[in-house]
Nanobody
Framework: QVQLVESGGGLVQAGGSLRLSCAAS????????MGWYRQAPGKQRELVAR???????NYADSVKGRFTISRGNAKNTVYLQMNSLKPEDTAVYYC???????????????WGQGTQVTVSS
């Protein structure tokens, strides 16, 4: 079993900052890319930022220059530093990871339970 546990969401005023954390644990043989997605009410889930095992990053255009994704030293933790937050950043943020649970097993997508980020104007 694999678990992704997120933390760090909350309520913040526009222009403020939050830092999200996500830790992967369980039967992990190999962990590849990790990322953050978000889903606002009535909208589809969208990619916010992603980082590979080689620390190559990509961001949604809407967050470039404001958000920074990084991984911990153990590579099983991913962070999202969110600065200059806007009301349109309000959403449930989900952690995602590509994980193999055995040497010969497939790569699978795993998701966290989500953490609410609310930005007030």
């Amino acid at each position: 079993q694999v678990q992704l546990v997120e933390s760090g969401g909350g309520l913040v005023q526009a222009g403020g900052s939050l830092r999200l954390s996500c830790a992967a644990s369980g039967s992990i043989f190999r962990l590849n890319a990790m990322g953050w997605y978000r889903q606002a009410p009535g909208k589809q889930r969208e990619l916010v930022a992603r980082i590979t095992s080689s620390d190559i990053t990509n961001y949604a255009d809407s967050v470039k220059g404001r958000f920074t994704i990084s991984r911990g030293n153990a590579k099983n933790t991913v962070y999202l530093q969110m600065n200059s937050l806007k009301p349109e950043d309000t959403a449930v943020y989900y952690c995602n990871a590509d994980i193999r649970t055995s040497f010969s097993g497939p790569w699978n997508d795993y998701w966290g339970q989500g953490t609410q980020v609310t930005v007030s104007s």
